[in-house]
T-cell receptor, first 115, second 112 residues
Framework: KAGVTQTPRYLIKTRGQQVTLSCSPI?????VSWYQQTPGQGLQFLFE???????NKGNFPGRFSGRQFSNSRSEMNVSTLELGDSALYLC??????????????FGEGSWLTVV | GESVGLHLPTLSVQEGDNSIINCAYS??????FIWYKQESGKGPQFIID?????DKRQGQRVTVLLNKTVKHLSLQIAATQPGDSAVYFC???????????FGQGTRLTINP
């Protein structure tokens, strides 16, 4: 079974631009969540989607948004990029059913550099 | 607010020795805990998890211990190997929330 797949793996953007990151969860997983990882702040929760609905949101400004499609694939968007948005963006998925529902599996991440 | 912290930011052990990575959490309502391993340039890899109704769980060469009285979590790695070198994160989940709260991580270095 393929793992969580994220694209692109690396990208460089200019301040003020916007970026869209994509995530394909493990087959059969219906919940997708996004995290931002930086050296200073560690791993911080952005949001989680289940069945195309946002179920929970972290403490990030409105410039950070996401969505989930009917096939459980998810995208996150960051508008008006700032230098501080440079980070590794991680997508994670989980089955959301029964005892295995809590186990969360991460993708390799998308490295975003804002210049 | 809720927080998960690690006692030691770095840990160096000799190859073949056992290592123990510690984690403190503050949210007594957390009901599920996970340990992840993150190697350079990669995403966090699931190692082992434990629910709050348990105090010990064993996997292959790894054991997680949970002490709810003092809100402490530990990861024991037996017979460490060079491939165990990585940053290890503990994470907690509050049953009422659908997110994980991560600690800052501990860098484990295995010396030959």
């Amino acid at each position: 079974k393929a793992g969580v797949t994220q694209t692109p793996r690396y990208l460089i953007k200019t301040r003020g631009q916007q970026v869209t990151l994509s995530c394909s969860p493990i087959s059969g997983h219906r919940s997708v969540s996004w995290y931002q990882q930086t050296p200073g702040q560690g791993l911080q929760f952005l949001f989680e989607y289940f069945s195309e609905t946002q179920r929970n949101k972290g403490n990030f400004p409105g410039r950070f948004s996401g969505r989930q499609f009917s096939n459980s694939r998810s995208e996150m968007n960051v508008s008006t990029l700032e230098l501080g948005d440079s980070a590794l963006y991680l997508c994670a998925s989980r089955p959301s059913d029964g005892a295995s529902g809590n186990t969360i599996y991460f993708g390799e991440g998308s490295w975003l550099t804002v210049v | 607010g809720e927080s998960v912290g690690l006692h030691l930011p770095t840990l160096s052990v000799q190859e073949g020795d056992n290592s123990i990575i510690n984690c403190a959490y503050s949210n007594s309502a957390s009901d599920y805990f996970i340990w992840y391993k993150q190697e350079s340039g990669k995403g966090p890899q699931f190692i082992i998890d434990i629910r709050s109704n348990m105090d010990k769980r064993q996997g292959q060469r790894v054991t997680v211990l949970l002490n709810k009285t003092v809100k402490h979590l530990s990861l024991q790695i037996a017979a460490t190997q060079p491939g165990d070198s990585a940053v290890y994160f503990c994470a907690e989940r509050n049953q009422g929330a659908q997110k994980l709260v991560f600690g800052q991580g501990t860098r484990l270095t295995i010396n030959p």
